[in-house]
């Protein structure tokens, strides 16, 4: 069964830095492409960031630079460096898989999220 | 970036009616257009990929067409379960956007 699950939510002031981790199951997280789409409290869906199995990471304007996201294949994880935290970056942040099938894109499977807040 | 409209941004529905709703791109995104519903306090869920794809599981009271531009997610005859909020996303180009969502009650 293919499972995604995050860790390492938490309250930051801002400026600080986190780093999230999301691990898969049932799957290889170096063969698809991962992403990580946040949603403040209250809103929509934002697309942040994305891996692709060859390495190449492409990010949202209003992260780039700030945030970074990685792969660690001998733990099939992926994480998300984030630094100079602002308050706008507060939001349950889910990590989600895009099979790509062929040219198409999507996002079939999602973790439960895990919670930023960065508050002083 | 392409922006996304969603329509109604919310709506109440008896049990058994019909729903529509709709949601435009900023600029021609051919069939490359994604569903998801998500339920109160859960991640989403995909219902639809390529416009009109149903995704494994998902209740074949759920349907959608469109391209180009313009997109319909249908809802056949709505069921209590169904009460959520829609999102369309676009999956043209990065960065992948999504519409500000609809959300379905029931009446």
């Known amino acids: 069964e293919v499972q995604v699950v995050e860790s390492g939510g938490d309250l930051v002031p801002p400026g600080g830095s986190l780093r999230l981790s999301c691990v898969g199951s049932?799957?290889?997280?170096?063969?698809?492409?991962m992403n990580w789409v946040r949603q403040a409290p209250g809103k929509g869906l934002e697309w942040v960031a994305v891996?692709?199995?060859?390495?190449?990471?492409y990010y949202a304007d209003s992260v780039k630079g700030r945030f970074s996201i990685s792969r660690d294949n001998s733990k099939n994880m992926v994480h998300l460096q984030m630094k100079s935290l602002r308050a706008e970056d507060t939001a349950v942040y889910y990590c989600?898989?895009?099979?790509?099938?062929?040219?198409?894109?999507?996002?079939?499977?999602w973790g439960q999220g895990a919670l930023v807040t960065v508050s002083s | 970036d392409i922006q996304m409209t969603q329509s109604p941004s919310s709506l109440s529905a008896s049990v058994g009616d019909r729903v529509t709703i709709t949601c435009r791109a900023s600029?021609?995104?051919?069939?490359?257009l994604n569903w998801y519903q998500q339920k109160p306090g859960q991640p989403p869920k995909l219902l639809i990929y390529?416009?009109?794809t149903l995704q494994s599981g998902v209740p074949s009271r759920f349907s959608g067409s469109g391209s180009g531009t313009d997109f319909t997610l249908i809802i056949s005859s709505l069921q209590s379960e169904d009460v959520a909020t829609y999102y369309c996303?676009?999956?043209?180009?990065?960065?992948?956007?999504f519409g500000q969502g609809a959300k379905v009650e029931i009446k």
């Open positions: 989600a898989r895009d099979p790509r099938l062929g040219w198409l894109q999507f996002f079939d499977y």
């Open positions: 049932g799957f290889t997280v170096n063969s698809t492409y």
């Open positions: 891996i692709f199995p060859g390495g190449s990471t």
């Open positions: 600029q021609s995104i051919s069939t490359f």
């Open positions: 390529s416009a009109s």
């Open positions: 996303q676009q999956s043209y180009t990065t960065p992948w956007t």
